[in-house]
């Protein structure tokens, strides 16, 4: 069964430190899969996909097919960064969504 | 912003009331999705469209019911609200299924009392 996996519910780091989000997934095929981010009293947005390679505000992340894994990295976070992030996997017409990890960066 | 609304944005209602939750969208695109959202459960699909009158079910769809009769709107409906259905609904658009950016709507408050 697909399944999109976010272990930690809630992750808190200062300011200046590397922050790494935890994704696992698990798909049979080429999996597709995205970052999504919601910032206090904003909407759900995009915040990377894996296709792109890009960086976005400082955050990478990168598809390990052989670990099942799709993490969210920034060496230094920022106050700003403090958002709930959802990891989801493309399916079909749908997209898999993990349960979320709310990030606190502390001053 | 990616043009798309919800209507109402909170409502609190009774159990046992019919409740209908409106997305609208000026953006032109095939895709929509009803979600809603829980405390530890993420975003789970509740129906989706890939065009009009062209409607699925999704993960948690039992109790709603859906109708699109044009590109813009996306009805959702519950047709006798139970206090399981308590969440924050949100509604998103894309413009094909395969890897493009999924927009959202501000979400739904709903309380079922």
């Known amino acids: 069964a697909q399944r999109v996996t976010q272990p930690e519910k809630l992750l808190s780091v200062f300011k200046g430190a590397p922050v790494e989000l935890k994704c696992n997934y698990s798909?049979?095929?080429?999996?597709?899969l995205f970052w999504y981010v919601q910032y206090s009293r904003q909407r759900l947005q995009l915040l990377l996909r894996h296709i792109s390679r890009e960086s976005i505000k400082g955050f990478t992340a990168d598809l390990n097919k052989g670990e099942t894994s799709f993490h969210l990295k920034k060496p230094f976070a920022q106050e700003e960064d403090s958002a709930m992030y959802y990891c989801a996997l493309h399916s079909y017409y749908q997209l898999i969504w993990g349960a979320g990890t709310k990030l606190i960066i502390k001053p | 912003d990616a043009g798309i609304t919800q209507s109402p944005r909170h409502k609190v209602t009774e159990t046992g009331t019919p409740v209908t939750l409106r997305c609208h969208q000026t953006?032109?695109?095939?895709?929509m999705y009803w979600y809603r959202q829980d405390p530890g459960h993420g975003l789970r699909l509740i129906h989706y469209?890939?065009?009009?009158?062209?409607?699925d079910k999704g993960e948690v769809s039992d109790g709603y019911s859906v109708s699109r009769s044009k590109t813009e709107d996306f009805l959702l409906t519950l047709e006798s609200a139970t206090s399981s259905q308590t969440s924050v609904y949100f509604c998103a658009i894309s413009r094909d299924p395969k890897g493009t950016e999924a927009f959202f709507g501000q979400g739904t408050r709903l309380t079922v009392v």
């Open positions: 953006e032109n695109h095939r895709y």
């Open positions: 798909y049979s095929g080429s999996p597709e």
């Open positions: 469209s890939y065009g009009v009158k062209d409607t």
